[in-house]
């Protein structure tokens, strides 16, 4: 069955990095798109952008240029997501959907950011 | 940026009860439009995309319209599993963007 699995919870201090990731099984990679999706806590979902898992190119929402960096691991059919000089504000879960129908969803990474 | 209207926010409902949830989007999006549920665990399921095409497994008391700027989802007989939160979303251009979401709570 497909399935996309997100790593674990993540705590962290601002400043600092974080390194997400979401493995999809049970359909070819390469065919969908992943988008990554926030929602801050207590708060509504917000689009990050997606990847081309074919080409690997990345798109940004414009809220999630500099910082955010998408990524792939091909050959192991997972995508990640990298967050850089960590702020409060990046306190939030975070998802990855596959995309075209937007039909299969991560459970989501909750990333605390806190001194 | 397209901004997606929804409402109510807060629906109180008995459990049977035919409910429709809106969502108004600022232009027109060309039925590009999905519509999700979030459980309390944070979990997000897809209900329909397209405006209407419902995902698989979903149950058939779940139905999507809408066209241009105005969509709406339906529950026809509300069971208590559908107590949840529910976002629209355009993915007509980017940005894509969500409505604010519904909170259907038990009167």
């Known amino acids: 069955q497909i399935q996309l699995v997100q790593s674990g919870p993540e705590l962290k201090k601002p400043g600092e990095s974080v390194k997400i990731s979401c493995k999809a099984s049970?359909?070819?990679?390469?065919?969908?798109?992943m988008h990554w999706v926030k929602q801050a806590p207590g708060k509504g979902l917000k689009w990050m952008g997606w990847?081309?898992?074919?080409?690997?190119?990345?798109t940004y929402a414009d809220d999630f240029k500099g910082r955010f960096v998408f990524s792939l691991e091909a050959s192991a059919s997972t995508a990640n997501l990298q967050i850089s000089n960590l702020k409060n504000e990046d306190t939030a879960t975070y998802f990855c959907?596959?995309?075209?129908?937007?039909?299969?969803w991560g459970q989501g990474v909750m990333v605390t950011v806190s001194s | 940026d397209i901004q997606m209207t929804q409402t109510p926010s807060s629906m109180p409902a008995s459990l049977g009860e035919r409910v429709t949830i809106s969502c108004r989007a600022s232009?027109?999006?060309?039925?590009?439009l999905n519509w999700y549920q979030q459980k309390p665990d944070g979990t997000i399921k897809p209900l329909i995309y397209?405006?209407?095409n419902l995902q698989s497994g979903v149950p058939s008391r779940f139905s999507g319209s809408g066209s241009g700027t105005d969509y709406s989802l339906t529950i026809s007989s509300l069971e208590p599993e559908d107590f949840a939160m529910y976002y629209c979303?355009?993915?007509?251009?980017?940005?894509?963007?969500f409505g604010s979401g519904t909170k259907l709570e038990i009167k």
């Open positions: 397209y405006t209407s």
């Open positions: 979303q355009q993915y007509d251009s980017s940005p894509l963007t």
């Open positions: 959907a596959r995309g075209l129908q937007w039909d299969y």
């Open positions: 049970g359909y070819t990679f390469t065919d969908y798109a």
């Open positions: 232009q027109g999006i060309s039925n590009y």
């Open positions: 990847i081309n898992t074919y080409t690997g190119k990345p």
